[in-house]
């Protein structure tokens, strides 16, 4: 089974960007996706990009400033968030899936997470 491995998190100021990296063990033909989880909250779906990359999605409250991508050649899918919120924070989950979709229970296959913290 792949195994994936996030990074890139940290702490930005309001209106900050940041990347955000996921690397599988080996190659994937899967749907990637990224989630994100606030204390108290439910994990939240963020954005997901299929094998080839020609289709991407978003949840409403990132669209216009996340940016997924993938590089299958070094198995890396990548989330770029600019003009970053308070809201933004929380903790960043790499996902992989057979489906193209934002339900997290069609994931099977998780990272440990990347914490971001946005402050105001």
């Known amino acids: 089974q792949v195994q994936l491995v996030e990074s890139g998190g940290g702490l930005v100021q309001t209106g900050g960007s940041l990347r955000l990296s996921c690397v599988a063990s080996?190659?994937?033909?899967?749907?990637m996706g990224w989630f994100r989880q606030a204390p108290g909250k439910e994990r939240e779906f963020v954005a997901a990009i299929t094998w080839g990359g020609r289709y991407t999605y978003y949840g409403d409250s990132v669209k216009g400033r996340f940016t997924i991508s993938r590089d299958n050649a070094k198995s890396t899918v990548y989330l770029q968030m600019n003009s970053l919120k308070p809201e933004d924070t929380a903790v960043y989950y790499c996902?992989?899936?057979?489906?193209?979709?934002?339900?997290?229970?069609?994931?099977?296959?998780w990272g440990q997470g990347t914490q971001v913290t946005v402050s105001s």
């Open positions: 996902a992989a899936s057979l489906v193209p979709t934002g339900n997290k229970d069609d994931y099977t296959t």
């Open positions: 080996k190659r994937t033909t899967n749907v």
